[in-house]
């Protein structure tokens, strides 16, 4: 298949693109940024411009969209980029899909969720959220959807857990508590630690990518989440274990989201799709790469 | 008090205008198009581009935002343009309102809603919108929600039943049928004509905007929304019934939203607000406009 990656600069896309590669796939990459890998076709492009998007995807089967501001806090701090990245960005992408044949496959992320009214959550389960990441990740989400209904482009929806592996951006927890510990630095855990993440590993989430590329599964949502739930506090002791360190709490950091436990089944029996990485030995496999 | 209307050249911001000042605030109106109104003081500008609507905001207590992309055919073949007004706008007018301390009150809709998980619908019900246009409009108001949060500007959002009332748009149905009966066309119902509608009449929904400008509630949804539902039937019937012309029923148009019956009790407690013009008077008096 030729699949187009948006968002091939970033740590997700990469992976999912070499995945692909991995596969067999023609794949080409699409970011703002510039891009070097000599197997990948590069776009330079902006999602928030119609035209670049609607040129880059002519000749695509499939396009995984993964582009966006997926940093919470820059998403926080200007939510009108986050909107036009995420909601206008998957505008453009339905609307290009539509017009060129191609199916999508969409990174949503579990946080659209909210509040969990029951656990564990599966896709059915209302979606109210309250950040602009969350909430424009989901607008996104419900654009493409609409477009499959509207203007039939085959959109299933791949809602993540928080991922990891490796080429983490430096501002997510792992790269800030490894980094710290290996400067001898003291880590800080934002609040008391306890609220847990299921931490999902990048070659999970790009299998589940490439699987959704040849399935024929559209108009859905599918939770991408390892069963698995590591608390922050665990996070910070593994990484202390390895590079000995001072651990200390401090006060919650305002917008982090509230854990919730999420389910996959539906992915398990839909799509084939299991995690197969356990948290030990992708953690291992995270340290031995820094 | 010193209030900014956006969309003032449209159907509703004209009527929440002219209410405002009836009640002795001083109006700015903002809007794409031009427009003249004696007293109201005019800028010309777009949603999107966050420099003017940053400088509309200054010097005003409240912020009416009733601006965006409201066709809702226009925003099924255009999506992209009604994400960057309902959502990229909202994310502007929520960093505007931080910046220069003004209160919001956002135009929602019930449409965000969904399809009905129960009936009547209250504020806790799940939104789950599956059109660009619910869609767009509930990202915006969860954008301005999560403004109030994280930057401590304060919003009420009111959840606008279908509206109605004089200088409706040429597009909406009321209009349609109107303009055909008129001209002596015959009427086409789209579908059986049985799915209804609380229209809720434009000087209500004035009513709800000056008193949600003046309220302390913020962080909130608030349902605006008249009690009784209108089949499109028997709207199509009172107007036969004073320009006499054929009747007939065609294929439901794709992208119609299903009825459901949406409370406002929660307004009534919270805001002192219900419904005034029941909708015989409110036809009467739009026919008699016409």
Redesign the interface.
Known sequence: MRVLVTGAAGFLGRHVANHLLTQGHAVTGFDLARGGHPDIRWIQGDLGD?GSVDAAVVGHDVICHIGAVGDVYLA?EQ??L???AN??G???I??AGASHRARVVYASTWEVYGSPRYEPIDEDH???????YS??K??GE??L???D??HDVPVLALRLGTSYGSGLRPNSVFRIFIDKARRGDPITIQGDGAQGRQFTHASDIARAFVLACTSDLRRRTLNIVAPVTISIKELAEAVVARYPTELSFGSPR??DVAPALVSAERAAHELGWRAEMDFESGFSELMDAH
């Open positions: 119609f926080a939510p009108e986050a909107a036009r909601v206008v998957c505008a453009h339905g609307r209302p979606c109210d959220p309250d950040h602009p909430i424009t989901l607008a419900r654009m959807i609409a477009a209904r509207l305002p917008g």
